[in-house]
């Protein structure tokens, strides 16, 4: 979270991780073709030739305003391939709040797991666990027919019991609410440190 108090901005940062071809881009594509003109920044693909994101993606909304300061949403994803961890890092860095967004097919579930361990490695590095940290948990892909079922993703992955939300992101099902949960979270975090 970031005050600039010389705009009367408040700036908060908000990361799709997840294994790679999960669904990140896709979430911040259906959020950004949906919203106002006036409420967003442009959508910057840093993309390689295969159209996988290479460092990550980015764009920035408005929304309402918080204690009198307009509250100003940094929406990043992570690249997921393995081989791109210190661009995760860098990214998670600074970030308030994550969705993590896990690929329901079955034969995915050992690279949710994976990624899920490397989110938590790279949160420990900065002081922070998942028990304490706001993140909410997407399954997508739910109209493809080798879907794990709820209760097997929520039993292996949902430990911690955080809200989850199922999607069908190319469809836009499910992007909205899962976007709004983690911004209740970040959101709430910083009304009540401030009490
Ligand atoms: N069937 C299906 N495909 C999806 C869904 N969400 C994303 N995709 C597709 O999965 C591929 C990878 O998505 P992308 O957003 O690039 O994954 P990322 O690596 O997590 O950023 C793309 O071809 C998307 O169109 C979904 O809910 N269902
Ligand atoms: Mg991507």
Same mark, same amino acid.
């Given at each position: 979270?970031?005050?600039?108090?010389?705009?009367?901005?408040?700036?908060?940062?908000?990361?799709?991780?997840?294994?790679?071809?999960?669904?990140?881009?896709?979430?911040?594509?259906?959020?950004?073709?949906?919203?106002?003109?006036?409420?967003?920044?442009?959508?910057?693909?840093?993309?390689? $030739?295969?159209? $996988?994101?290479? *460092?990550?993606?980015?764009?920035?909304?408005?929304?309402?305003?918080?204690?009198?300061?307009?509250?100003?949403?940094?929406?990043?994803?992570?690249?997921?391939?393995?081989?791109?961890?210190?661009? $995760?890092?860098?990214?998670?860095?600074?970030?308030?709040?994550?969705?993590? /967004?896990?690929?329901?097919?079955?034969?995915?579930?050992?690279?949710?797991?994976?990624?899920?361990?490397?989110?938590?490695?790279?949160?420990?590095?900065?002081?922070?666990?998942?028990?304490?940290?706001?993140? /909410?948990?997407?399954?997508?892909? $739910?109209?493809?027919?080798?879907?794990?079922?709820?209760?097997?993703?929520?039993?292996?992955?949902?430990?911690?019991?955080?809200?989850? *939300?199922?999607?069908?992101?190319?469809?836009?099902?499910?992007v909205i609410p899962t976007l709004k949960a983690i911004?209740?979270? /970040?959101?709430?975090?910083?009304?009540?440190?401030?009490?």
């Open positions: 979270m970031f005050i600039n108090h010389a705009l009367n901005e408040i700036q908060f940062k908000i990361v799709y991780y997840g294994p790679g071809l999960s669904g990140k881009t896709t979430n911040l594509i259906y959020i950004h073709n949906n919203l106002d003109k006036s409420l967003k920044s442009d959508l910057i693909k840093i993309e390689t $030739r295969e159209e $996988r994101t290479l *460092f990550f993606d980015f764009m920035q909304m408005e929304l309402g305003s918080i204690q009198g300061k307009k509250p100003k949403f940094n929406l990043y994803t992570i690249p997921g391939q393995v081989y791109y961890s210190i661009s $995760r890092k860098l990214i998670l860095n600074g970030a308030d709040g994550i969705i993590f /967004v896990a690929d329901s097919q079955r034969e995915r579930m050992d690279e949710n797991l994976e990624t899920l361990y490397d989110l938590e490695l790279n949160l420990i590095d900065s002081g922070e666990t998942l028990q304490t940290f706001p993140w /909410v948990l997407q399954y997508n892909k $739910r109209d493809l027919p080798n879907c794990a079922s709820i209760d097997t993703l929520e039993s292996r992955l949902n430990f911690l019991r955080v809200p989850y *939300f199922t999607s069908v992101a190319h469809k836009g099902i499910g911004i209740n979270q /970040v959101v709430k975090r910083i009304l009540v440190s401030a009490e």
